[in-house]
């Protein structure tokens, strides 16, 4: 599993704080957001392309072992493009047990598509050994799902003409992430992804295939 890490972050959203890029391997599949990935468009696929080419980063065990030397309560970010690491299509428990051992005293924060019974399930761990993984919705009803698993926050993606807070079927607040809304704010001044929380946070689409999950999103 390649996996790449830059130690501080030069993307004013994200702020200037560790992010990491794994190879495209890691994607389920069957991730509903694949075809319109924000990722996969602009200079962040040219990054990805090479990481995933292994042309660029380092191997998993190296990864961990840098992540291990950050400095105690680091907050940083797991994947600005792809997954957790995975074997057979669902989530390596092993590696992914490697990377919650490292965060150990850090902050570390990321988001996945996995939601197989036992991917959610190691989400699950590592969400209550200190490793926050947001599970990844594809509309409100999806939000809904993934949060009565009751296996780690949840965030989803909302029209890219979204600028109010709102709620998905069931009830749940959703809260737009101040990043998308704000200059002033980042990940790093912001911090709730990383927080356990009950609030879902909403991104509304960006990126060069919005308009492809607006129509989506209208049909769902």
């Known amino acids: ?53 292994g042309t660029r980063g380092t191997s998993w065990g190296q990864f961990c072992e840098t992540i291990g030397a950050l400095p105690d309560g680091q907050l940083w970010r797991h994947n600005q493009a792809g997954d957790l690491p995975t074997v057979d299509g669902t989530v390596d428990a092993v590696k992914l047990g490697q990377l919650v051992a490292a965060n150990a005293g850090k902050r570390g924060f990321t988001y996945s598509h996995h939601r197989d019974a036992a991917s959610i399930a190691w989400i699950r761990h590592a969400n209550a050994w200190g490793f926050t993984v947001n599970l990844s919705a594809n509309d409100l009803a999806d939000a809904d799902a993934l949060a009565d698993h009751q296996a780690g926050p949840v965030v989803v993606v909302l029209p890219s003409t979204t600028t109010a807070n709102t709620t998905t079927p069931a009830g749940r607040p959703v809260v737009i992430c101040p990043a998308t809304q704000r200059a002033d704010v980042s990940c790093a001044s912001c911090q709730l992804c990383q927080r356990q929380r009950t609030a879902i946070v909403g991104f509304p689409a960006h990126g060069s295939r919005h308009r492809v999950i607006n129509l989506r999103l209208a049909n769902a």
């Open 1 to 53: 599993m390649q996996v790449h890490l830059t130690l501080k972050s030069a993307n004013a959203k994200t702020g200037p704080i560790p992010v990491s890029t794994t190879e495209r391997a890691s994607c389920p599949p069957d991730c509903a957001m694949r075809a319109e990935c924000y990722a996969a468009s602009g200079p962040l696929a040219l990054h990805w392309a090479a990481v995933s080419a």
